[in-house]
């Protein structure tokens, strides 16, 4: 381990192992090599990643590997290289023999090590070499309870997907929807919560009253989302860590598509007042609200952009729901959506460059993205009641979800915002309403 220019990179995890602190990070060599994935155009290329089982435990080292190796596959991005072609067992991590995984086409390599320390934490070490080059890229280490081993694999996975690609990872996230369960007309509805990949759900409702729309905080630590008991609608915040919950609000009429601010300090929402729908904001302070849209027409699910200067909306105002932007006071209103179909559920991506959408034309139903100016629109998947996109933290893969009718229901699945590797996430039952957390804290 080099111990000069060390670099001190802590996150805190509240898990209930407790706390893991991210520890020094591991210097390339100066003459590093600048293997690097372009993402920026067309399909790009997977990197072919050899990823050899840590050293230490097989079991606990074997466990973390598949997860940093699944996390990557499932982007897209990366090919993990069969292990059955390695040609070096690897003995020490620090020094491969690069000629070996030169032969099998492996551009990058990760090597590292799982180590027991007396008081029960482990320490994992990895580094991460560029093959062809025969020079380090990064590494790091992490000491944490047992308890946290796939976060420390989601977030070595992060790593790696940052140092290659120039980007941030989002596999340290989690993703909230609705659990659905039960007969088709009976169907019991809980708010349920789940790492990115499908692993540890747990249920934050009881599933005795209807929930809709869960949508995180900026902090990952609340979620805002619809509850109806009997034909009451309300507006709870959800503390996740504590299970606490409090009312944002009770108002007259319905209430709908709460959202938080990119500040966290306010919800904007649609409440239904006299048979017409408008957008209004809420202070989370002093609960005071104004409003934004006063039409004649229903104006429903609104989503700030990143800086909080804009607001996309869709509105039937116009004859048919369309998807429209306004600034955030609620000034300069105007359609973005053009095409010959319905819109709905807009979405604005984490980095500002893409507004998301459900478009329905003839019984097909499609999630695409436009540009925030309406240019550039494009369909990413089509089937039978495609709904709901939620973009990952660094804007470049969409959940949502699929209900395929008849007597099945609703499941999860991702696709790139360039239309390709769709993929079905695992879930206990039937699943909607998805909602990605930013990167965990």
């Known amino acids: 381990m080099n111990s000069n220019g060390l670099v001190l ?6 898990t209930a192992g407790g706390a893991l602190a991210a520890g020094a990070m591991l ?8 293997l690097k994935l372009d993402i920026t155009s067309g399909t790009p290329q997977p990197i072919p990643i050899a990823l050899p089982d840590l050293l230490g435990d097989p079991q606990q080292a074997r466990a973390i ?20 072609a390695f040609i070096e067992k690897i003995t020490n991590p620090d020094a491969p023999r690069f000629q070996d995984w030169r032969v099998i086409n492996a551009q990058a390599l990760m090597t590292g090590r799982v180590t027991r320390q007396a008081d029960g934490r482990f320490q994992v070490t990895f580094r991460l070499w560029d093959v062809f080059a025969g020079q380090q890229l990064t590494g790091q280490q992490f000491v944490a309870q047992p308890d946290n081993w796939r976060r420390i694999a989601h977030i070595i996975a992060d790593v790696i997907y940052q140092r290659l690609t120039g980007e941030p990872g989002y596999f340290d996230t989690r993703i909230a929807f609705v659990d659905e369960s039960g007969p088709k007309q009976q169907r019991v509805k809980r708010l349920a919560i ?3 990949d499908g692993a540890n759900v747990s249920y934050l409702t009881r599933g005795d009253e209807l929930v809709m729309t869960p949508r995180f905080s900026p902090t990952a630590q609340e979620i805002v989302y619809m509850s109806y008991t009997g034909n009451a609608p309300r507006v709870y915040l959800l503390n996740i860590e504590t299970g606490q919950r409090e009312v944002v609000g009770q108002f007259p009429g319905m209430t709908f598509s709460p959202r938080f601010a990119p500040d966290g300090q306010s919800v904007i929402m649609s409440l239904d007042q006299n048979g017409n729908a408008n957008i209004f ?14 039409t004649s027409a229903i104006d429903t699910g609104p989503c700030y952009s990143p800086d909080g200067r804009q607001i996309c909306f869709e509105s039937d105002r116009g004859g048919s729901s369309q998807i429209y932007i306004m600034n955030a006071d609620g000034s300069n209103q105007q359609r973005i959506s053009f095409g010959d179909a319905r819109y709905s559920t807009p979405v604005w991506s ?6 998301a ?9 499609a999630i695409g993205v436009m540009k925030p100016d309406g240019s550039g629109e494009r369909v990413l998947t089509e089937g039978y009641h495609n709904e709901g996109p939620s973009f990952c933290p660094n804007g470049r893969v969409l959940a949502f979800f699929r209900d395929p009718g008849g007597g099945s229901g609703p499941s999860l699945y991702t ?27």
């Open 350 to 355: 984490p980095r500002g460059d893409w507004i």
């Open 194 to 196: 789940m790492d990115q």
């Open 65 to 84: 590997t598949e997860v940093i190796s699944n996390d990557l596959k499932r982007s897209g991005l990366f090919a993990p290289i069969d292990p059955n």
């Open 357 to 365: 959408f459900t478009r329905s034309s003839r019984g097909q139903f």
């Open 9 to 14: 990179n802590r996150r805190r995890l509240l």
């Open 27 to 34: 210097q390339a060599t100066p003459a590093a090599a600048q």
């Open 281 to 294: 904001v809420m202070d989370l302070r002093s609960k005071a609200t104004r409003r934004l849209t006063n």
């Open 415 to 441: 696709v790139n915002t360039t239309g390709y590797n769709e993929m079905r996430l695992p879930t206990p039952s039937y699943a909607s309403d998805p909602a990605w957390s930013p990167l965990r804290s």
